[in-house]
């Protein structure tokens, strides 16, 4: 009984504070994560723009979206859909153009403040940080380490 305690209070611990899994809904990181796809974000360490990450929505809900610009960041979306973080143009690699939501309320330039600047790697009718700004560091909650493909299983 003591080593099945220990085992929970282990796994309490590790899911916490060190792992988070969750499991993905929605196509706004295809092809990357797909919809019913289970992630594995990890806590501690940096994250870098770039990598895909688990973060709290402002509506309360968690989500992937990929690390655009860092806090401290200016970020601009011109109408023709390319971007400039910080005056350059990100290397990445985009399958769908960038839109700007009809029903942003977000003007650019935008500077993050200490905030992070998260786009899906599907672009076109997005819900991220193009429609709700800038997302406080302390709800991006990890950076993707593993995705489990639920399709097919």
């Known amino acids: 009984m003591l080593k099945l305690l220990l085992i929970a209070l282990a796994w ?8 988070a899994v969750h499991v993905h809904h929605g196509n706004n990181m295809y092809p990357f994560i797909m919809d019913g796809d289970v992630v594995v974000s990890f806590r501690p360490g940096s994250i870098r723009t770039g990598d895909a990450v688990l973060y709290r929505r402002p509506d309360g809900s ?3 979206s990929r690390m655009a610009a860092l806090p401290g960041s200016s970020v601009d979306i011109r109408e023709n859909g390319s971007i400039l973080i910080n005056g350059y143009v990100p290397n990445e690699k985009v399958f769908y153009p960038t839109e700007l939501p009809e029903d942003t309320e977000t003007s650019y330039p935008l500077e993050t403040g200490e905030g992070c600047f998260l786009l899906d790697d599907y672009r076109p009718g997005g819900y991220d940080s193009r429609s709700f700004g800038a997302v406080p560091k302390k709800d991006v909650l990890g950076r993707i380490v593993y995705v489990i493909r639920r399709r097919g299983i």
């Open 12 to 19: 309490l611990a590790l899911t916490s504070f060190v792992f």
């Open 62 to 64: 968690l989500n992937v």
